[in-house]
């Protein structure tokens, strides 16, 4: 490793103003005018690949926004790892809470400042720098390696899982690494081992069809806000169990290693609530918030709205009322039979006096959940632990990463998350920002992965 180190050390100036020039380009998924910004991201990606040595290198059409595929297969004997990354972002708003431009990135410190630099553009060019060191010191890899970017995760990566599953034979692979993922602190490390599933749905409620006068019609009709209010107020108990007939049913119980494990992570209550402002913790009886929040489903209410809601007064008894919802789904629940329940239940416990229309969308998934003895989580443990001085924690997550499952299905391939965010680092929110020394870390990392896993019969 002495000679890739001293290789990535010569060349860390050069990779920063790469990294800035990455980050400047605007690749929001969401919105449709930045369509070709994300393909100008792609490019940027194809390019990048080209010099860093991959072969076979191309950016391929999903019906959607693209994906970038390249490969280095000359390992005989090896395994073949998949590595995974995303080079969308989430949209920039609120923009007046930037302290400077979201796509102007800039460092300062130890700091690296733009959208899209810890999730994920950040971490996944990691992975492309790791793979152009160890083919420019040794002339090889020590493992067949393939990558796989795509534009779309933002947005539930809704083509990908067509194009994974008509490109079974190209993405053929032992095990997929995501870098889509980080470290516990920037003295502990982690491996997520699991990830929950997500569905979800858009109730629109209509009541009188027009807004009316609230004194002229008031106390004969049935209000749509008031009617929303008591429709998602049955769908949870006031101490916060889920309510809807069956949603528990396909739910894998918690073993106590797995209680065991989530406990061994350090959770501060009061230093977490602190941090978010609140006064008081809630949720499912019988669980740790930190079960809840990583193994436990849930059920929330993301958007609620309808009536008059500008300044001042407006007397109406509104004619619509509006509510969006996401599940958050652990092992074995399925995606479509929740959403089938969440139309019985709307169905059985809408007031009188108003109609429901319950729309899904279409980008749910299932939970994720690697065993803690997988080859490759062991492998990833075992360069954790060189490179902290400590073994890692196995961290669950309340977050989605769709790919990990669609991996699995079409594949038949687990995925290790081996990425080095870190939890404060503001993603999806203003001034996001990556750590310098993450970023170094992460590619010394990447090349010692590789390494190891050169000796797994994945």
């Known amino acids: 490793m002495q000679q890739i180190e001293s290789y990535l050390d010569a060349h860390q100036d050069a990779y920063l103003q790469e990294l800035l020039a990455f ?27 080209t010099r860093a040595g991959l072969e076979h290198v191309q950016l ?3 019906g959607g926004h693209p994906v970038v595929y390249g490969d280095w297969l000359h390992a005989d004997g090896s395994p073949t790892i998949l590595i995974y990354g995303h080079f969308d972002t ?37 992975a492309i720098l790791a793979v152009e060191a160890l083919l420019a010191t040794r002339g090889a890899l020590p493992v067949n390696v393939k990558l796989l970017f795509e534009g779309q995760e933002e947005i539930g990566s809704p083509q990908l899982p067509a194009f994974i599953q008509g490109h079974r034979e190209l993405l053929a692979c032992d095990l997929a690494l995501s870098t889509d993922s980080g470290q516990y602190s920037e003295s502990e490390p982690a491996i997520t081992v699991g990830l929950k599933g997500i569905c ?31 429709l998602l107020a049955s769908m949870r108990s006031p101490e916060g169990k ?23 992570v350090p959770f501060d209550e009061q230093a977490y609530m602190d941090d978010l402002g609140v006064t008081d913790l809630f949720g499912e009886p019988g669980y740790t918030a930190r079960e809840r929040a990583w193994a436990r489903p849930t059920l929330e209410v ?68 690697i065993p803690a003895d997988h080859p490759g989580v062991q492998a990833a443990s075992e360069v954790l632990a060189a490179l902290y001085g400590r073994q890692p924690y196995l961290e669950r997550t309340g ?29 999806h929110s203003p001034n996001e920002f990556f750590r310098r020394s993450s970023f170094r870390r992460g590619q010394t990392a990447y090349a010692m992965l590789m390494d190891r896993l050169a000796q797994e019969a994945l």
Not at 242 to 252: A, N, P, S, T
Not at 404 to 410: E, I, K, L, N
């Open 23 to 49: 980050l400047a380009i605007p690749s929001v998924s969401a919105l449709p005018e930045h369509a070709g910004d994300v393909r100008r991201a792609g490019q940027w990606v194809t390019e990048r690949l």
């Open 60 to 62: 391929l059409e999903t």
């Open 90 to 126: 989430q949209p920039a708003d609120p923009l007046e809470l930037w302290e400077r431009p979201p796509f102007a990135p800039y460092i300062e410190g130890d700091r690296i400042y733009a959208r899209g630099v810890s999730d994920n553009k950040g971490n996944m060019f990691i």
């Open 200 to 230: 979800g749905v858009q109730l629109d409620m209509r009541g009188p069809n027009r807004d009316v006068h609230s004194g002229v019609y008031g106390g004969a009709i049935q209000n749509p806000l008031h009617a929303m209010a008591r």
């Open 242 to 264: 889920i309510l809807v007939q069956g949603f528990y049913d396909g739910v894998r119980p918690l073993t106590p290693q797995d209680r065991a494990d989530i406990a061994a």
């Open 302 to 369: 993301n958007g609620l709205w309808g009536g008059f809601t500008g300044e001042g007064t407006k007397t109406v008894i509104p004619s619509e009322a509006h509510a969006k919802i996401t599940c958050r789904l652990v092992p074995d629940q399925d995606p479509a039979q929740i959403v089938e329940l969440l139309r019985r239940h709307v169905a059985m416990h809408t007031p009188p006096g108003v109609t429901v229309t319950v729309t899904s969308s279409d980008n749910g998934s299932r939970a994720y959940l």
């Open 399 to 427: 977050g989605s990463v769709p790919v990990t499952t669609f991996f699995q299905a079409y594949l038949g391939v687990y995925t290790v998350s081996f990425g080095f965010g870190l939890p404060d680092e503001r993603i």
